[in-house]
């Protein structure tokens, strides 16, 4: 019996192997043409899971698959050509709301359940919703560069003056935009003055615990000569999956380290962007406040908020512009009438 149960094992991870290249061999159809029979939402939501998991070794091996970051409008890429913006934007204003996609995701599943926060916001206070794409399988600091200089364009190019930009990121979407403004100050870019607010949406600040627990198993699974061709399987989640350990969005977070080593909290804190109204969605499956609360399903509501034990990791998130969604999932945020609620709020400055 055992025999036969570590045989099978062994045959699953020689077909994966220790390399991504045996993983992606035995995924039928791997091929941007393989894609091509699958309908539109269907096709983008496999390629930005597959960005997700895989991402970086898509990019580095220039894999057609992988994700080239964009900025979006009504499911279109956004010219960022002084003027041709005006062809891909019909009806563009001078408020401007930039909102980033999470893990695993892309711009077109801000739509929940019918409802998307960015399309809400343009009803109601008339900002003009722009989607960031990108591949989220890279460092979070690599796309938190990659945002500021493709937002630093898209004011310059802009057809009307841009007098100011909210960024609503939802889960690694806010470290990317944290990234991103941090990044942006120190290239003196121009629309880092026009930043206004950024609200972050079920975001890890301090990590995601099953990013954790991934990392803690994986040698654990080592110790065996049975269980050992298991724990080859966890080198294959990307280095954004790795970033989401504790929250990581600056490069030196990573640069010259071992991504999966553990070596505890290594980052480099790093503080909310100064004169901007930051604010903080967390979301729990309790239905009603109780001592401890219990997170999303993937992100705890301290990390959600910015909470640490740490004072000096601490987020400073001031307590009116913090807000816990209960009964709510962490998809289920991007639909909750509540969380839209406070998120215009927010953005009309009524809180």
């Known amino acids: 019996m055992t025999k036969l149960a570590y045989g099978s094992v062994r045959a699953v991870t020689r077909l994966v192997g220790a390399s991504i290249d045996g993983a992606l061999a035995t995924l039928d159809g791997i091929t941007p043409e393989g894609f091509a029979s699958l309908p539109g939402p269907e096709r983008a939501a496999v390629i930005a899971a597959l960005n997700g998991v895989l991402g970086d070794y898509l990019a580095e091996t220039d894999n057609a698959l992988a994700i080239e970051m964009a900025l979006r409008h009504a499911g279109r890429d956004v010219a960022l050509e002084s003027g041709q913006v005006d062809l891909s934007v019909p009806e563009p204003t001078t408020r401007l709301a930039l909102l980033v996609h999470g893990s695993s995701m892309h711009d077109g599943q801000w739509t929940q359940q019918g409802h998307d926060h960015g399309a809400a916001l343009a009803r109601d206070l008339g900002l003009t919703p722009i989607y960031a794409l990108y591949n989220s399988g890279l460092h979070v600091s690599t796309n938190g560069r990659k945002l500021a200089d493709l937002v630093e364009r898209l004011v310059a190019a802009w057809p009307v003056a841009v007098e100011e930009i909210t960024i609503v990121g939802h889960s690694m979407g806010g470290l990317v935009a944290r990234s991103a403004c941090f990044y942006a100050e120190g290239s ?7 930043l206004r607010r950024l609200v972050c949406i079920g975001t890890p600040h301090h990590g995601a615990a099953l990013e954790r627990a991934g990392n803690l198993v994986e040698p654990l699974l080592g110790v065996s000569r ?126």
């Open 226 to 351: 049975y269980s050992e061709p298991l724990s080859r399987l966890g080198r294959l989640r990307s280095a954004g999956v790795t970033d989401l350990r504790y929250g990581s969005v600056l490069d030196q977070d990573w640069q010259w380290r071992d991504r999966f080593a553990i070596d505890g909290d290594v980052r480099e804190a790093l503080a909310l962007p100064e004169g901007v109204k930051c604010c903080a969605v967390a979301g729990t499956t309790a239905k009603a406040s109780q001592r401890r609360l219990p997170g999303d399903g993937l992100v705890a509501v301290d990390s959600a908020l910015g909470r640490h034990a740490d004072p000096g990791r601490r987020l400073a998130f001031d307590e009116p512009h913090t807000f816990i969604a209960y009964g709510t999932g962490h998809i289920a945020l991007l639909a909750s009438r509540d969380v839209y609620d406070k998120l215009r709020a927010w953005v009309a400055d009524e809180a």
């Open 188 to 194: 003196a870019a121009t629309w880092r003055h026009k």
